[in-house]
């Protein structure tokens, strides 16, 4: 059974630039979460897909952030433009449930390098 | 605040070193904890969790974690380490809402 796998593993845009990256979740999970890691910080929570309803999007840093899951399979987390700051790894984890009681499963991370 | 802080944030060992890394959770509520590991260019995986029941809890390749309710802690241990341990560290659970510590960066030399 595959993983949840994410697209690009690493990307560097220039600031302004818009990056769009993908998460494939577990098939069959129908809960979908984005993540981000900011150097030497701790990861954060962004926002939580229940099939392709946003759950959860307190975690989102502001507007140029955009979240995806049309028809409830892979997501898309799109940033636009892009900023110095939004550099990091972002993580996106799938679960079967939610909540208390379930376990999320990670991907690789794509890393953003935003010059 | 909900919050789960780890202690260190670099850990250098040599082989068969005794390893404890420290976690500490504040949440006022029933509590799910994992622990999971990052090799170099991989995905987070899972070493282990706890929901309930017995608070030492085994997980893969030798780790074990304690769940100390009055501590508010959830240390990870293993007896010997190994060189292949060498990865990241993160405590994560609370809640309904997961959160992360900020990382262990393991270091085993050979």
């Known amino acids: 059974e595959a993983g949840v796998t994410q697209f690009p593993s690493h990307s560097v845009i220039e600031k302004g630039q818009t990056v769009t990256l993908r998460c494939d979740p577990i098939?069959?999970?129908?809960?979908l979460y984005w993540y981000r890691r900011v150097m030497g910080k701790e990861i954060k929570f962004l926002l939580h897909?229940?099939?392709?309803?946003?759950?959860?999007e307190s975690g989102m840093p502001n507007n140029r952030f955009l979240a995806e899951r049309t028809g409830g399979t892979y997501s898309t987390l799109k940033v636009q433009p892009a900023e110095l700051e939004d550099s990091g790894v972002y993580f996106c984890?799938?679960?079967?449930?939610?909540?208390?009681?379930?376990?999320?499963?990670f991907g690789a991370g794509t890393r953003l390098s935003v010059l | 605040a909900q919050s789960v802080s780890q202690h260190n944030h670099h850990v250098i060992l040599s082989e068969a070193a005794s390893l404890e890394l420290g976690c500490n959770y504040s949440?006022?509520?029933?509590?799910?904890l994992f622990w999971y590991v990052q090799y170099p260019g991989q995905h987070l995986q899972l070493l282990l969790k706890?929901?309930?029941?017995?608070?030492l809890v085994k997980g893969i390749k030798g780790f074990e974690a304690e769940f100390i309710k009055s501590k508010f802690s959830f240390n990870l241990r293993k007896p010997s380490v190994q060189w292949s341990d060498t990865a990241e560290y993160f405590c994560?659970?609370?809640?309904?809402?997961?959160?992360f510590g900020a990382g262990t960066r393991l270091t085993v030399k050979p």
């Open positions: 706890y929901f309930s029941g017995d608070p």
């Open positions: 897909f229940v099939k392709e309803s946003k759950q959860d």
């Open positions: 984890a799938s679960s079967q449930g939610s909540g208390v009681g379930n376990i999320q499963y």
């Open positions: 994560a659970g609370l809640g309904w809402d997961m959160r």
């Open positions: 098939s069959g999970h129908d809960n």
């Open positions: 949440y006022g509520g029933t509590v799910n």
